[in-house]
């Protein structure tokens, strides 16, 4: 039985998708639930399941097509596949992979090109690269040249690069001038993807749309250090999971959000939002781009279960496994370029947010204490935030807070 594959339900906050990658090609047979094709959103990479044991048919969406929610992507024909119609179509594949290497053969002795597959995405990027498919050896199912193929043969140093087939010899249709010129200044145009151009969107609507300030302090990491170390093994055999810092600030940043709800709150038109929850986002930095899944009822969590989520998210975000509703919502934003070696920066506000803190990296600095020069693991703090809403003398009380709760950590545990 016939039936069509579509694109998933967007949600009303995704417009609309773009075919990423067909994982299955027309005639290959596969299983109930095994990937068909990926559909990345400006959010997240939605996946597409077979609906049943049976054959895809035909696609009408091309990688790179722009598709709508529900927009039928491909033809799909139902059925059990049994061992007997598995074993006919390898003998037919073998069969037509046969007479294509024999054609090539032949047109290879005649002076004609072989038999090399590739779909109309990699043969745009093979047009728009200047090459020819013969040039990119194949690593995909019967002969076809795959993104990746291409993707490889461009990273390839000259040296490295040879033709597929050693019988043919690739001669470039341009000059010699042109050709030294070519390799030493060589540019690669690729499109934006959909998340990217969403982040540049809401980031320049941040910085249009919001009165952003930034205010800095700095703490000292050397008492929230030595509890750590004293503790991190005992949490890890207990808990299952490491104990990290960023449990920390985001219990902190909860106590200091109660003590100030301007900085939890938003704008809504000429409305203020005051919310009586705190879900916490956590910047995470992908491939792809930046996602900032949401810690729910931060407020109402463990230090255990904070880092077991975030291990969660951090996970679902390299394999893109993220869903739209682990990043949707939120009501304060917590950053960590320290992890990347940043010692200073202005985070950039996530809209309709107020405020989003900025962690940077630990770095041993003389500081003054009881009138004396020692030295201490410091990191620089940074808060942005609307002065639309938030006034300067809220923000840095809120950041202080934030210091003497991390360089006191007792507090956090004693709700002091």
């Not at 013969?134 to 002969?143: I, L, N, R």
């Amino acid at each position: 039985m016939a039936s069509d594959i579509k694109a998933p339900q967007f949600p009303e906050s995704v417009a609309e998708g773009t075919v990423a990658s067909w994982h299955k090609q027309p005639g290959d047979l596969v299983s109930r639930d095994e990937l068909l094709v990926d559909i990345e959103t400006d959010k997240v990479v939605l996946e597409v399941v077979a609906p049943a044991d049976g054959t895809l048919e035909k696609i009408l969406k091309q990688e790179g097509d722009v598709v709508n929610s529900l927009e039928v992507l491909a033809t799909f024909a139902e059925g059990v596949v049994s061992q007997a119609s598995a074993e006919a179509q390898v003998f037919s594949e073998e069969r037509q992979s046969a007479s294509t290497a024999a054609g090539g053969a032949a047109g290879g002795a005649a002076g004609g090109a072989p038999g090399a597959v590739a779909g109309p995405a990699v043969r745009k990027l093979l047009q728009e690269n200047n090459l020819s498919i013969e040039q990119v050896p194949a690593s995909g199912k019967d002969g076809r040249v795959t993104k990746d193929d291409v993707v490889r043969y461009l990273n390839q140093s000259d040296q490295e690069k040879s033709p597929a087939r050693p019988d043919l010899k690739v001669v470039p249709e341009v000059h010699q001038a042109e050709a030294v010129s070519t390799s030493a200044r060589q540019e690669k145009r690729v499109p934006m993807t959909r998340l990217r151009a969403r982040v540049a969107q809401r980031l320049m609507q941040a910085k249009n749309d919001t009165a952003m300030l930034t205010t800095f302090n700095e703490v000292n990491m050397a008492p929230l250090m030595a509890m750590r170390k004293n503790y991190k093994d005992r949490f890890l055999e207990h808990h299952g999971v490491k104990l990290g810092f960023m449990s920390f600030f985001v219990r902190a940043s909860v106590e200091a959000l109660k003590r100030f709800p301007a900085v939890n709150a938003s704008i809504d038109d000429q409305d203020i939002v005051y919310h009586g929850f705190y879900d916490v986002g956590v910047a995470v930095s992908t491939e792809r781009g930046l996602v900032v899944p949401i810690l729910r009822d931060a407020d109402m969590k463990s230090f255990a279960e904070i880092e077991q989520q975030i291990v969660e998210y951090g996970t679902k975000a390299r394999d893109g496994k993220l869903a739209i509703e682990d990043m949707t919502g939120g009501t304060f934003t917590i950053s960590n370029g320290g992890v990347f070696g940043s010692l200073l920066s202005t985070p950039i506000l996530n809209p309709p947010q107020t405020a989003i803190l900025g962690m940077h990296t630990i770095q041993e600095r003389p500081i003054a204490e009881n009138g004396q020069v020692v030295i201490r693991p410091m990191m620089y703090l940074a808060l942005s935030y609307d002065h639309r809403l938030i006034d300067g003398k809220e923000a840095v009380q809120f950041l202080v807070t934030i210091k003497s709760l991390i360089e006191d950590p007792a507090r956090l545990l004693l709700d002091i």
